[in-house]
């Protein structure tokens, strides 16, 4: 079936958002006079969202006492800061302006909360680009179950199997095949080193945003 749709995954996919959360976790360790962490470490675990990132700027188990109130603090921090620095992976621009040109539809599908995806959506110019955007509070399952792709589908009135789902996490890639969409997983994301997104099962995997142009351009001919 022809491709109608490319949808993506919001942090580590279509947006790099990591600067933004490595902002924040230093500067929480700065007001307490606490030293900087490896810049490293955090973008490691963005995928955990703000539970692991927060544990592994303070070397803290979730349940230890206090740790709940630092997790408030980098949300309230987050929500006033969540687009400053964020911007789209290098070579995301280009793609995004080649899925327009190709009269296809292009959207996002996140497990970010709507108080913080849509923010940064409109900062960006994104918005009004954008044909939806999908986050937990729309569904009653996030991914990896497949409803909000699901959704996304029936919002666009379009069947699964043509759009092309791109992720950066088996989360992302086993919602999409679930629902019936076409996937890929690209590398460039939060990948944890010991994962690898060629065990993923996704129908392609690639290094960079502008690799998705060939995989698009074939599945436009119905490839």
Not at 1 to 9: N, P
Not at 13 to 24: H, M, R, S, V, Y
């Amino acid at each position: 079936m022809r491709l109608r749709a490319v949808l993506f995954d919001m942090d580590g996919t279509l947006l790099d958002t990591a600067p933004d959360f490595i902002a924040i976790c230093q500067a929480m360790l700065a007001d307490r006079g606490l030293p900087p962490v490896d810049d490293a470490l955090i973008r490691g675990v963005i995928s955990g969202g703000a539970r692991a990132m927060v544990a592994a700027t303070f070397a803290m188990d979730p349940e230890a006492e206090g740790f709940e109130a630092l997790r408030l603090e980098f949300l309230e921090r987050y929500q006033r800061d969540c687009a400053v620095h964020t911007r789209l992976f290098d070579g995301m621009a280009e793609l995004l302006a080649d899925i327009e040109k190709g009269k296809l539809l292009w959207g996002v599908v996140t497990n970010k909360p709507v108080r913080f995806a849509e923010p940064i959506m409109q900062r960006l110019g994104l918005a009004e680009r954008s044909a939806l955007l999908i986050c937990p509070d729309h569904v009653t399952r996030s991914k990896p179950d497949p409803e909000p792709l699901i959704l996304a589908c029936k919002t666009l009135n379009l069947d699964p199997a043509s759009v092309l789902f791109v992720g950066d996490d088996l989360r992302d890639i086993e919602s999409g095949r679930d629902a019936g969409t076409r996937t890929a997983a690209v590398r460039f994301g939060y990948i944890h080193p010991d994962d690898n997104p060629n065990h993923w099962g996704a129908d392609v995997v690639v290094d960079h945003p502008l690799d998705l142009r060939k995989v698009i351009d074939s599945a436009l001919c119905g490839c």
